[in-house]
């Protein structure tokens, strides 16, 4: 993975002692919180529901032992004893104190980690496929681009103060795992006709109160010209961009309103003036950079795993965990181990310091120090031989990580909703929690198969539930919590948005509407489908009908 040089640690260092200046001006009074604002964002500091929320960056989701020591030391240290990784494969922390913000930082940047740009008008952290590295369908490793990106972005003059937040995701592989299409920027890396690598660039993507799915506004860019075709992108969106109204600002309704084939003759108009320029890419330059990113010294194997298959043979729940939570590597004898972070009747996406610390001794001891976060808000460590599986598993269940779940119908994506959320208008963590509790036993999981639900708490969609197969949007009517239900959205490669069932239910409701949906499927499904194969054989109507004419 990659370390930070000298002008990394510099640059961190200074913003570590320009925030603590920052804090305790505003700690003294001298600054109030309006003022203090622009400055706490600047650094992933925001001021929740009942306390303030550090965010911090992890780079395109990967993340090593210390690192992950280090998260578990700040949860333990300054917070409540855990940490909520995030759909941006960041971690957050909802209960730090103000005067304490600046130590973690310090905390943070002796481990190569900080809080830049994990909010404001900004270039967000650059996410990618968890699996990058390891995964047996990769064209290429994309978390060196997302570096790139990276390095390019942060604290980038021009871009520093956009008409809204924006973000970029990379990914290698034909199989989208990073949901390149909901983005700002989505870069699909593929082969043009000759073999060479590069990109497809899709824009305009996003989901809150307006969304869309993104657009492709060029086929086939070459990878050394990656810079000055983003660069050309936000040029062009800090031009057009409305700043008038928040809700307008995004790229998506930029390109929305000036039309996908005149946004793409202005980005392209731009390029032509700039790609070649500084920006185009030294191939010298992306092989230094490509060097921290080599694969490590994988053993020669064979692809048979005799211990893993007879625990399989004799153990039920050993062998779903091996079939939901472990996924085919490139090298053989090696597979990837999802962590569920999804127990039963526990929130979404939150790990306590005991269990980050044994997933760092984990990597250090099965997966050469190698942690990913997921855009599900999984862990995931990407490469364990396969014949240590059932060592792995035991340590993960006495942890309480051994949930075997990972795409189905209880691995929830589920944002903090009103229980922490200044911006929400329902709570999503019990509704998670109770869908959680109602599917728990792992043979009706098993039996139903992929489902992917996601729950937000307002319009914002933190959850994705424009995107999920089963999405559930919380809603405030006349002062109490409802909830709408979509059906048919999808996140990956053939990325569409769910359609809205109907009238909403109540919080009561809620659980036995999914219970009821699930059912439906199960009667319609033909052969193996998934969910949302056969609700896009069948279309809304038998759910609609099951679902209403019952209640």
């Avoid at 950079?289 to 043979?313: C, K, M, Q, V, Y």
């Avoid at 929830?412 to 509790?437: M, Q």
Wanted: charged share 25%.
């Amino acid at each position: 993975m990659y370390r930070y040089d000298e002008y990394d640690h510099a640059l961190v260092k200074d913003r570590v002692a320009q925030f603590r200046r920052q804090v305790a001006r505003r700690l003294s009074g001298e600054l109030s919180e309006e003022q203090f604002r622009p400055l706490r964002l600047m650094n992933g500091l925001y001021l929740q529901l009942h306390a303030y929320m550090l965010r911090v960056a992890i780079p395109y989701g990967t993340l090593d032992s210390r690192q992950m020591r280090k998260l578990a030391y700040i949860a333990r240290r300054y917070d409540k004893g855990y940490g909520h990784f995030t759909t941006r494969q960041n971690i957050q922390y909802n209960w730090p104190r103000l005067e304490e913000t600046p130590d973690i930082l310090a905390e943070l940047a002796e481990v190569e980690m900080h809080a830049i740009q994990t909010s404001g008008n900004c270039i967000r952290n650059t996410t990618s496929d968890p699996f990058a590295g390891a995964a047996a369908d990769e064209i290429e490793d994309p978390r060196v681009w997302c570096e790139i990106v990276r390095q390019w972005s942060t604290l980038h003059p021009e871009f520093s103060f956009l008409p809204r937040k924006f973000k970029i995701a990379i990914t290698g592989s034909e199989h989208d795992r990073a949901a390149v299409k909901i983005h700002d920027i989505g870069l699909l890396m593929k082969r043009d006709a000759s073999g060479g690598v590069g990109f497809e660039v899709i824009v305009g993507g996003g989901l809150g109160r307006t969304p869309f799915i993104g657009r492709t506004i060029r086929d086939f860019l070459p990878k050394e010209d990656l810079l000055s075709y983003l660069e050309a992108i936000l040029r062009t969106y800090n031009l057009l961009g409305r700043r008038d109204n928040k809700y307008k600002a995004r790229i998506k309704v930029t390109l929305h309103e000036t039309g996908a084939e005149e946004f793409a003759r202005l980005v392209e108009a731009e390029w032509e003036a700039i790609r070649d320029s500084a920006l185009k890419l030294p191939k010298e330059e992306v092989d230094r950079i490509a060097a921290h990113f080599e694969p490590p010294a994988f053993r020669a194997l064979d692809s048979e795993s005799p211990t893993t298959d007879a625990r399989a043979a004799r153990d039920p729940g050993f062998a779903s965990w091996v079939r939901h939570n472990t996924v085919a590597h490139k090298a053989p004898g090696y597979a990837i181990v999802n962590i569920s972070l999804k127990p039963v009747g526990l929130p979404p996406g939150d790990a306590t310091a005991e269990q980050m610390d044994v997933v760092a001794d984990l990597a250090d001891e099965a997966s050469f120090g190698e942690i990913r976060v997921t855009h599900g808000q999984n862990l995931v460590l990407p490469h364990v031989e396969r014949e240590r599986l059932s060592e792995v598993y035991d340590r993960l269940l006495a942890a309480e990580l051994g949930t075997a779940n990972v795409g189905l119908l209880s691995d929830i994506i589920c944002c903090p909703g009103l229980d922490y959320c200044t911006l929400a208008n329902a709570r999503s963590i019990p509704i998670a929690t109770e869908i959680s509790k109602r599917f728990a036993d792992q043979r009706r999981l098993d039996e139903v198969g992929d489902l992917q639900i996601k729950v937000s708490g307002c319009i914002n969609a933190c959850g994705h539930h424009h995107v999920g197969h089963i999405g559930i949007l919380g809603v405030d009517r006349k002062g109490v919590e409802h909830y709408q239900i979509q059906l048919g959205g999808s996140a990956t490669e053939d990325a569409a948005l769910g359609k809205i069932l109907g009238r909403g239910f109540s919080a009561d409701e809620v659980v036995d509407v999914v219970e009821k949906l699930v059912s439906i499927y199960l009667d319609l499904r033909e052969g193996d489908e998934r969910f949302i194969d056969t609700w896009r054989r069948v279309g809304q109507g038998p759910f609609k009908e099951g679902v209403y004419d019952a209640a």
